[in-house]
């Protein structure tokens, strides 16, 4: 999982230094494939986590709306805080508090 938060924050972040259109939609391509890596993993932990019943429907119910109103909201709030789109790159920096919880989870895990 970490390997496709760091796919997508690259994809995701270096667009904004990008001078050439033809770059910057290949990055966002590399970002979109880290996007597609993350999206089934997070459905597979919960339902490794959790037994199969109400609970689990429930939180794969709440997983998908989040999913669909966190793009939303994120992307209109952050372009309604900044005066040019290019700025929405910078939510990619939030991947790299992701990347960090993956990796002290999963080494923490190892240990125990």
Excluded at 16 to 27: A, D, K, N, R
Excluded at 78 to 86: A, D
Excluded at 88 to 103: G, S
């Amino acid at each position: 999982m970490s390997l496709s938060l760091l796919v997508c924050f690259f994809g995701g972040f270096l667009p904004m230094f990008v001078p050439s259109l033809t770059l910057e939609i290949v990055l966002r391509a590399i970002c979109g494939f880290g996007v597609g890596l993350i999206q089934p993993l997070s459905a597979s932990l919960i339902v490794d986590c959790f037994k199969k019943g109400s609970e689990a429907d429930a939180l794969m119910g709440i997983r998908s709306t989040m999913v669909g109103l966190g793009a939303t909201i994120f992307s209109s709030a952050i372009t309604g805080m900044t005066s040019t789109w290019k700025s929405l790159n910078f939510a990619a920096v939030l991947m790299i508090v992701c990347i960090m919880i993956v990796a002290f989870n999963v080494f923490d895990k190892k240990r125990n």
